[in-house]
């Protein structure tokens, strides 16, 4: 299967400049971006909700981007960091169109904001509702009896 953008030439920093000018075009009142080791972090305000996305890195010593993939051979560290931005690349292209694709259906009457960006709508305590519900979902399924009322800020 392939991957959306797989193949992109679009900069990471491209990306983000497109996320950030596709946010304030559908009212976004600010934007955050940051990183760390692993992921990478963009998070926005519109209206009174704040949005929060964590973006996955992949890890450079990954073998898929270390050695080739049909004979397995080392590639060199230049060839191995090619391998790796191109990855890096191509998560953003694809959070870039996940952002647009989610302002888009809500524009269009598709989808409320809440419908749609529900699991990255940041709480009052600093987690996403994914975050704080997510637990107390897979417990539920996991035991087939639903709680009574999700709480909110309860211990997963």
Do not use: C
């Not at 304030?24 to 955050?32: E, L, M, N």
């Not at 898929?64 to 690349?89: I, L, M, N, Q, W």
């Not at 809500?106 to 990255?120: K, N, P, Q, R, S």
């Amino acid at each position: 299967m392939t991957r959306y953008a797989e193949n992109t030439s679009v900069t990471s920093e491209a990306s983000r400049s497109e996320i950030e000018r596709t946010i304030s075009r559908y009212g976004a009142t600010s934007f955050a971006y940051g990183w760390e080791n692993d992921r990478a972090v963009i998070g926005f305000r519109i209206d009174d909700r704040q949005v929060r996305f964590v973006l996955p890195m992949p890890n450079r010593n990954d073998r898929e981007f270390t050695h080739t993939p049909t004979r397995g051979t080392p590639r060199t560290p230049s060839a191995a960091a090619t391998e790796y931005d191109k990855a890096v690349r191509q998560r953003w292209r694809a959070l870039a169109l996940v952002v647009k694709a989610k302002l888009e259906a809500v524009e269009a009457g598709i989808v409320t904001f809440d419908e749609e960006f529900l699991a990255h709508i940041v709480l009052p305590g600093g987690q996403t509702v994914h975050d704080t519900v997510m637990p107390q979902v897979a417990r539920a399924l996991e035991t087939g009896v639903a709680p009574g009322m999700l709480q909110i800020g309860a211990e997963p």
